[in-house]
């Protein structure tokens, strides 16, 4: 992922002020150069996401206090997020511990950035952003089926990490929430705040020949590898959100046991089982690693 960044394995970068490392957003303490990062990354977004994102996305952030002119105020989402879905947004520094992350989750609070990029790493930076976090998840837990799903994740991801399966259940994560694209009547839509909060990944998504866009199969998924520093080679599509539902609601237990010693695919394979819907170019990671080589 090459602007909005993420998870995965990085080690959390601050320490924590609580318990559950929230601390004050501090929105009055927002400088004037860090509202207009906030600005220049709203306003790029805004121009590209017509036609890109999903109908659902789209909804979210025009019923949001979210706009070009300023670093939103958690408190003031918060109000509107409870009201429709229960959900919050809390202040952290960055990266949480997983158990940490999925607790939140687990409680539909959402655990955002506080801090937002510097000018020189508009487009690429470590960890998740205000920018990342609001722009790109906030807007969905606006979605009755996003808001439920999204608190599935966080208590299983509690029971996956007892279970030793974290990795697999953080690739379903990775290819719904972060980089998922959804089937929509007027084409191929972007649902993954990865994407939604990335200039370059919102074009490669949906209009470059390199990657495959193929359909989400779960048990396919949990096997799939992804890359955290640069494009996926491949983006799984949903038919509708409402899919999440399922996922909502699905016993990982038997996965988990089916997948056990069967093997892993890297993230660019595609497999003869596969319903491809853009069989990929490639080129791009290909180039990509011929660069890394030398
Ligand atoms: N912390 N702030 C923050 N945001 C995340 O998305 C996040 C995290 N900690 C752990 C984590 N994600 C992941 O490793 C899990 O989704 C697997
Ligand atoms: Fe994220």
């Known amino acids: 992922m090459i602007d909005a960044p993420h998870a995965g394995a990085a080690a959390p970068a601050a320490t924590a002020a609580n318990a559950d490392w929230t601390i004050d957003q501090g929105w009055a303490a927002y400088t004037a150069e860090e509202h207009a990062t906030w600005k220049t990354l709203f306003e790029r977004q805004t121009r590209l996401l017509p036609g890109r994102a999903c109908d659902e996305f789209v909804a979210g952030m025009r019923a949001l206090p979210i706009g070009a002119d300023q670093i939103p105020d958690f408190r003031r989402l918060s109000d509107v997020l409870a009201r429709h879905t229960g959900w919050q947004v809390v202040a952290v520094p960055g990266l949480v511990p997983d158990d940490v992350f999925f607790n939140h989750l687990a409680h539909r609070r959402f655990p955002a950035g506080q801090f937002i990029r510097r000018p020189h790493e508009l487009?690429?930076?470590a960890e998740p952003d205000v920018f990342h976090d609001v722009f790109g998840h906030v807007p969905l837990l606006m979605n009755p089926v996003i808001a439920d799903y999204m608190q599935a994740y966080g208590e299983g991801g509690l029971?996956?990490?007892?279970?030793?399966?974290?990795?697999q259940l953080a690739r379903v994560y990775w290819y719904t929430i972060e980089f998922g694209l959804v089937q929509q009547p007027e084409g191929l839509r972007i649902y993954g705040a990865g994407i939604a909060s990335s200039?370059?990944?919102?074009?490669?998504?949906?209009d470059n020949a390199s990657p495959n866009r193929i359909r989400f199969d779960l048990h396919r998924v949990m096997r799939t590898r992804y890359r955290i520093d640069d494009f996926q080679e491949s983006y799984f599509v949903l038919g509708s959100l409402d899919e999440l539902l399922d996922l909502a609601r699905i016993d990982f237990m038997?996965?988990?046991?089916?997948?056990e010693g069967e093997p892993e695919f890297e993230?660019?394979?595609?497999?003869?089982?596969d319903a491809v819907l853009t069989r990929g170019t490639g080129a791009y990671a290909t180039a990509r690693t011929a660069l890394r080589s030398c």
Do not use: N
Not at 254 to 259: A, G, K, Q, S, T
């Open 123 to 125: 487009d690429y930076l």
């Open 159 to 167: 029971r996956a990490q007892s279970l030793g399966k974290l990795p």
């Open 199 to 206: 200039a370059s990944e919102t074009v490669f998504a949906l």
């Open 254 to 259: 038997p996965m988990y046991h089916r997948i």
């Open 267 to 273: 993230p660019g394979a595609v497999l003869a089982s």
